[in-house]
């Protein structure tokens, strides 16, 4: 017999009792459904979703580094078993006489029985339980690494189980649904929550570090507002917003500029990790704080080389700003797509035109950012019109970003930039065959007067 003190609950026709299982208790009672079933249809469904590496790659590798490590309620079906509910009511005990009226109370906690008979199958969590089942395996080639009493360690499991009356075929039917609307409408927490939550990945803490301590970004009021950037989800920033920049741009920037070619290459942390894994798990505080400390060199560069990046955005973000009263522009700088290309930029300068690019200084890192003071930030002229900034009408009197084909013209931009500052250099032939590949880009079509035109702008702005 298997007793369990549980709480009883009910959601549309089902009824479930939550209980807690040791790791140890879960490996050995809980299976996957092929191990249960003859319904093959569910089963082959579950196996589908059971990705092997995602369970070995991440599940387990949580589990055995993250000391705050927490799982969410597996959902289990229990088949056969004869289960009972055994309801434990309080209205014996003085010291909640209070309560002794309130019928939901005397009918949630109880115990529920198995009489041993019965097979469990996860329903909705079958990697995490293959996780498990693998820690508390003496057998298996990761048990060595699994923490300490780890098999004694406890989650929660939602245990569903028929209803006396419906039969086999019924209840499977219901199985199925269950676990098609477990999956279907599972979400996940999107980018600017993460940022905000994440205490793990190092780059949000240090981005928001940034917003808390850094002179340029800093603020005094909530925790989710910001002067400077926008904290809202999604990358866009209207032309009326006063913000510099998305949080969700500012950390793919802090990512691209702590992204040494060392790292890139070589890994991060003392334990070499990749860049998935170092972003899944709280390096030491020392870490966290030199990166800190090399993120605000770099913004303190970009702000002392780029001057302009201290405007108020609402004057520089103006599609119309040519034909305006030259109170206004319109500088790339200040859009997210021209921001991701300066991350970039930068990060290549520092990587070229430092001695030691993992070691910066504030001296060096200014040194070898000076360059983006030569490139034309100005969004209507090349190599960003045309390319990146397109006439909105045939009378071209109103411009947008592009949306058409927008990452091979951002990588198109990008490269221009790169060999106009001297970081790709290339020969006449490859500059022939760039040339041609720009002017297939832009919109729209050109006549080749116009494309000579601006090419030759590019060309004049070449730094020598």
């Known amino acids: 017999m298997n007793i369990y003190p549980a709480i009883r609950g009910r959601m549309g026709r089902w009824n479930y009792y939550v209980v807690k299982m040791s790791m140890r208790e879960l490996a050995d009672n809980v299976k ?38 927490f799982f969410s309620s597996l959902v289990v079906a229990a088949l056969q078993g ?24 005397n009918q949630t906690f109880g115990v529920l029985s ?9 329903l909705d969590g079958q990697h995490r339980l293959a996780a498990i089942k693998a820690l508390v395996d003496p057998n298996s080639d990761v048990y060595a690494d699994a923490p300490p009493k780890f098999r004694d360690e406890e989650v929660s499991v939602i245990v569903v189980v028929p209803s006396e009356a419906e039969g086999h075929e019924e ?5 199925r649904r269950l676990f098609g609307n477990l999956n279907r409408y599972a979400k996940p927490m999107d980018q600017v929550t993460n940022i905000i939550m994440d205490e793990d990945d190092a780059f949000a803490i240090v981005t928001r570090r940034l917003i808390t301590e850094h002179e340029f970004f800093r603020y005094s009021g909530r925790q989710r507002e910001s002067a400077r950037i926008k904290t809202e989800k ?10 510099f920049t998305s949080l969700e741009t500012f950390y793919e920037m802090n990512i691209s500029l702590l992204t040494t070619k060392a790292r890139k290459n070589k890994g991060w942390n003392v334990e070499e990790d990749d860049f998935k894994e170092f972003r899944r798990f709280r390096p030491d505080d020392e870490v966290i704080d030199s990166l800190f400390e090399e993120i605000r060199m770099y913004w303190d560069g970009l702000l002392e080389e780029l001057p302009v990046l201290k405007e108020a955005p609402t004057k520089m973000r103006n599609h119309s700003a040519p034909s305006g009263d030259g109170t206004t522009q319109d500088n790339i700088l200040f859009w997210p797509i021209g921001q991701e290309i300066l991350a970039e930029v930068a990060r290549d ?33 090349p190599p960003w019109r045309n ?28 490269r221009i930039v790169k060999w106009q500052l001297g970081l790709d250099e290339l020969a006449t032939d490859e500059i022939e065959r760039l040339r041609t590949e720009w002017s297939k880009m832009l919109l729209p079509a050109l006549a080749e007067s116009e494309i000579k035109e601006l090419w030759q702008e590019i060309q004049k702005n070449m730094r020598r």
Do not use: C
């Open 32 to 69: 996957f459904a092929a191990d249960v079933n003859d319904d093959r249809t569910l089963d082959e469904a579950i196996q589908r979703v059971l990705n092997e590496s995602r369970v070995k790659k991440d599940i387990i590798t949580y589990l055995i580094r993250q000391q705050d490590r």
């Open 82 to 105: 004869n289960p009972k509910w055994y309801p434990v009511t309080i209205e014996d005990d003085e010291r909640f006489a209070l309560f002794r009226d309130d019928t939901r109370l």
């Open 114 to 122: 198995f009489d041993g008979t019965q097979d469990y199958y996860a």
């Open 171 to 175: 209840f499977l039917k219901r199985y």
């Open 234 to 243: 999604g990358k866009n920033l209207r032309a009326t917003e006063s913000y």
């Open 349 to 381: 300068l520092l990587n070229i035109r430092q001695n030691n690019p993992e070691k910066p200084t504030p001296e060096s890192v200014k040194l070898a950012l000076k360059p983006l003071k030569a490139v034309t930030w100005d969004f209507h002229r």
């Open 387 to 414: 390319l990146l900034l397109i006439p909105d009408s045939a009378d071209s009197q109103s411009w947008r970003i592009r949306s058409e084909d927008r990452t091979p013209a951002q990588n198109m931009a990008t």
